[in-house]
């Protein structure tokens, strides 16, 4: 099983200066309309081919648009011996600052 972290902790750890892995699996067009600056785009579609990318040895942080896709992507990365946690509530709850574009 893999941990959740609410997204106002992931604000306040990132306000903190701490350097965190945030995964947003969102598709290209949600992560357009607004992510979190801080985080890398890696799409569900293509997870299955692109996951090998992730650094193994460090936490990750998993983000979409309500915490559903990124909750997948948790047990699916926890069951390769991934460090992975849930952003619950994903972008929908998240207030802090958002980028837009690519």
Request: proline share 3%.
């Amino acid at each position: 099983m893999y941990s959740e972290i609410t997204p106002a902790e992931v604000e306040e750890r990132l306000k903190s200066g701490e350097k965190l892995h945030l995964i947003d699996v969102r598709e290209d067009d949600e992560w357009e309309s607004g992510h979190i600056q801080e985080a890398v785009s890696l799409p569900l579609s293509v997870f299955g081919e692109r996951f090998g990318e992730l650094p193994k040895d460090e936490s990750l942080i998993m983000v979409c648009r309500s915490g559903g896709r990124s909750g997948k992507a948790c047990d699916f990365l926890h069951a390769q011996g991934y460090k992975v946690t849930n952003m619950t509530g994903g972008m929908l709850a998240w207030d802090g600052e958002v980028a837009y574009g690519k």
